[in-house]
């Protein structure tokens, strides 16, 4: 859809995010034959009632600025299987079909769930509060500091 004024084409786009809470899991750096590497992870979304939660599964390439740095920062924490719990925004949403190759499902049609993430908002590892866009200005929550100070994440 375009909108022309004045000899001007300015494209308008209809955007589609989602917000929500959710566990980040294998955070890892994507390297392609062609190309530059990207920033990849999976965030199990909690949804539902919260005494009996159940989750929905992205798979996301980091593409927001700040979010790849701080994703960035988890990974080691990641690696050692911490428990990542993140506010975000996705974007661009799509779904992707494929084929189980093992486990009971063996041969069965499933649906991948594919978007981009482009926001985080908290960050908490092993329920401490180790980022907030809220409060930025607190060297305690400051991004430089997920992997840096080793009594926070380990």
């Not at 909108?3 to 750096?29: A, C, M, P, W």
């Not at 390439?61 to 924490?77: F, P, R, S």
């Amino acid at each position: 859809m375009t909108n022309s004024t004045n000899n001007t084409t300015t494209k308008q786009f209809f955007d589609l995010h989602i917000t929500g809470l959710g566990y980040v899991n294998r955070i890892r750096e994507v390297q392609v034959k062609k190309g530059n590497p990207y920033l990849s992870c999976s965030i199990a979304a909690l949804r539902g009632n919260s005494e009996d939660a159940e989750y929905t599964y992205f798979e996301c390439n980091v593409t927001g600025e700040k979010a790849k740095h701080l994703i960035a920062k988890c990974i080691e924490a990641s690696d050692l299987k911490k428990k990542i719990l993140i506010s975000f925004c996705l974007g661009d949403l799509y779904s992707e079909t494929f084929t189980y190759t093992k486990g009971d499902k063996q041969g069965q049609t499933g649906v991948s769930l594919k978007a981009r993430l482009l926001k985080v908002s908290s960050i908490r590892i092993d329920g401490e509060l180790k980022y907030s866009e809220k409060d930025e200005s607190s060297e305690t929550l400051a991004p430089t500091q997920l992997n840096n100070d080793e009594s926070q994440v380990a």
